[in-house]
């Protein structure tokens, strides 16, 4: 995994923790309802991690 995108992960992290403090869920078509699922989700969560990725790769990170 190269480092951009290791970074994204981290980010995204960050905002899965705030969104569980807020108890708020992003929708996502692939949701099913099930306790376990992330604050960010299924295709929601992979489109972020590339759009964040490919900043990184931008600034040159």
Same mark, same amino acid.
């Given at each position: ?15 899965? +923790? $705030? ?21 960010? =989700?299924?295709?929601? =969560? ?7 990725? +490919?900043?990184? $790769?931008?600034?040159?990170?």
């Amino acid at each position: 995994m190269d480092k951009e995108r290791e970074i994204a992960i981290m980010v995204l992290q960050v905002f899965e +923790n $705030k969104l569980e403090e807020l108890d708020v869920s992003l929708p996502d078509k692939e949701r099913t309802g099930m306790l376990e699922e992330s604050r960010i =989700y299924g295709q929601t =969560y992979y489109e972020l991690e590339d759009l964040i990725t +490919n900043i990184l $790769k931008e600034v040159g990170v």
